[in-house]
């Protein structure tokens, strides 16, 4: 059996309407599973929502709702924006499914059988925006969460408490025996400085919080969120016809090969989240990827700040590839990056509209005018500059966004594209074209590399932008068929069959004003 792909978003909060910082890491997953299908890997994509805890319970108070039915309200947002941007998860998660709260039970006996949960007083500086406990040091103006710019509250409760620094040394060996657990290495010295100042344990129980899943051995409190949430991770892994058991969710796609989340987070997913799978016994991730922040006039975009992009909005009014093309290729992922909608569009006009749509249409052009609409027939055996290029083209592609490169992974394709567009114009076929035999069949050579390599393109970026590349296949004469059931070794060089009919043509990215 081919080796299986299981990835994951974060498990997004429902304390408001998703926005773009919320789309950016679904739109680099979906990409990706996109990317593994196409591979001929069996892909388990997981997103879902992260619906228990205090700013929930608080959030559904000021709007006089239930938190379920203020649950249920935003995950309709999110499946909307999911929908509007061609995200095509094979599992959404929520944590206030009955089968989410079988599977935490038995993960918390497991930890609890082991040992390292303990009953205690738990004091500090707590971040309600994080559901997060701060180290003093960690804050800013003396008692401001360093990433949501308000101040904490002292917290002091009897809570149930997981023995983390119990897990110290097993988390360093792990960290230095598999070095690309943590991805990118930047963000990976991050997670590596803060274990080596010490970990501390935390709670993992609430006294005051009502919105939440029962402890198993004290029903008077409610699981800590991140406890909860992150075992969503494991639920969604069940088959609907499963009964909630760790073994039935465990049997097939654990431990995922990958976790994409924002950087803020990484500390959950990197340090608690691998001591609490080790605590239970249970294989760690493969890798963890940190994404940077989208930052919007210098600031991190984010609902409590005001200053958040409608991704359906955008979507809406640039189409859903015009998205996921710009903050895939734009934005090196993982670093932090700041939106301008002036770029956005310069982006979209120079590649999608100039280089590639261009080059397609004025081929396709060409080919009706001088070759019967239909493909010319060549040697398909013969070289030229564009072939040179498109040959290893899929090589170089793999490893950049298999490493999630995909900024690098599109500057490759499109510098074929530009390539393409040069040696039209350098060839120049419609002169060819007129002259005598030789050179009629040379313009013809020129119109098939050119259409090829245009093809060869839509198959290594239909991951990125799946509409756009559909279209260009289509107008390529290939039929709905024929690219549902494309695979990988579509991206070699002949794939174009001398004598198919060309479809009839349309601008696929009218310029931006």
């Given at each position: ?156 409760e009897e809570n149930y408490i997981f023995a983390l620094s119990r897990y110290q040394e097993k988390l360093e060996g792990h960290y230095a025996a598999n070095p690309q657990f943590i991805q990118p290495d930047f963000r990976r010295n ?12 935390f709670s993992i129980s609430r006294a005051a919080v009502r919105w939440g899943i029962p402890l198993p051995v004290d029903p008077t409190q409610t699981l800590y969120v991140w406890f909860d949430a992150l075992l969503g991770y494991i ?275 009218p310029r931006l004003e």
């Amino acid at each position: 059996m081919t080796q299986g792909f299981a990835l994951t978003t974060p498990l997004f909060y429902v304390n408001a309407l998703p926005h773009m910082g919320s789309a950016y890491p679904a739109i680099a997953a979906d990409a990706l599973a996109r990317y593994y299908r196409l591979r001929g890997r069996p892909v388990r994509f997981i997103t879902g929502t992260d619906e228990h805890g205090l700013k929930i319970e608080r959030t559904a108070a000021e709007r006089k709702l239930s938190p379920q039915v203020h649950s249920d309200e935003i995950v309709q947002g999110f499946e909307q924006l999911w929908k509007a941007l061609s995200i095509n998860y094979d599992r959404f998660i929520r944590t206030s499914d009955p089968r989410h709260t079988a599977i935490v039970s038995e993960f918390f006996q497991r930890v609890w059988q082991a040992g390292d949960i303990y009953k205690g007083r738990y004091t500090g500086p707590y971040c309600v925006e994080c559901e997060e406990f701060k180290r003093p040091q960690e804050l800013i103006n003396g008692n401001e969460c360093p990433i949501h710019r308000k101040p904490v509250k002292e917290q002091d409760e009897e809570n149930y408490i997981f023995a983390l620094s119990r897990y110290q040394e097993k988390l360093e060996g792990h960290y230095a025996a598999n070095p690309q657990f943590i991805q990118p290495d930047f963000r990976r010295n991050e997670v590596l400085n803060f274990v080596r100042e010490g970990l501390e344990d935390f709670s993992i129980s609430r006294a005051a919080v009502r919105w939440g899943i029962p402890l198993p051995v004290d029903p008077t409190q409610t699981l800590y969120v991140w406890f909860d949430a992150l075992l969503g991770y494991i639920t969604a892994l069940l088959e609907p016809e499963d009964e909630p058991t760790l073994e039935n969710a465990l049997r097939r796609w654990w431990p995922v090969n990958l976790h994409i989340v924002g950087k803020d987070i990484l500390r959950f997913h990197c340090v608690y989240w691998p001591a609490m799978l080790l605590s239970a016994g249970l294989p760690l991730p493969e890798r963890v990827f940190g994404h940077g922040f989208l930052t919007r006039d210098g600031e991190k975009m984010g609902k409590s700040r005001g200053n958040v992009i409608d991704p359906i909005a955008l979507s809406g009014q640039y189409g859903a590839d015009a998205v996921r093309y710009y903050f895939l290729k734009e934005i090196e992922f993982g670093r932090d990056s700041d939106f301008s909608e002036l770029r956005f569009k310069q982006i979209l006009n120079a590649d999608l509209a100039n280089d590639l749509g261009n080059l397609l249409n004025r081929t396709l052009n060409l080919t009706q005018k001088y070759c019967s609409n239909t493909v010319p027939d060549v040697a398909r055996g013969s070289s030229n500059p564009l072939r040179e290029i498109a040959e290893p083209l899929a090589a170089h592609f793999e490893p950049a966004f298999e490493s999630l490169a995909f900024s690098t992974a599109c500057d490759k394709v499109m510098a074929m594209i530009r390539a393409g567009n040069k040696y039209l114009d350098v060839q120049a076929p419609w002169s060819l074209i007129k002259q005598g035999p030789s050179e009629q069949q040379a313009a013809r050579e020129v119109f098939y590399a050119v259409l090829e390599s245009v093809r060869i393109a839509a198959v290594l970026l239909s991951p990125v932008i799946p509409s756009l590349t559909s279209e260009i296949y289509r107008q390529l004469g290939f039929s709905p068929q024929q690219w549902e059931s494309l695979d990988w070794r579509a991206a070699q060089w002949g794939g174009l069959p001398p004598g198919q009919v060309l479809s009839e043509r349309k601008v696929i990215f009218p310029r931006l004003e």
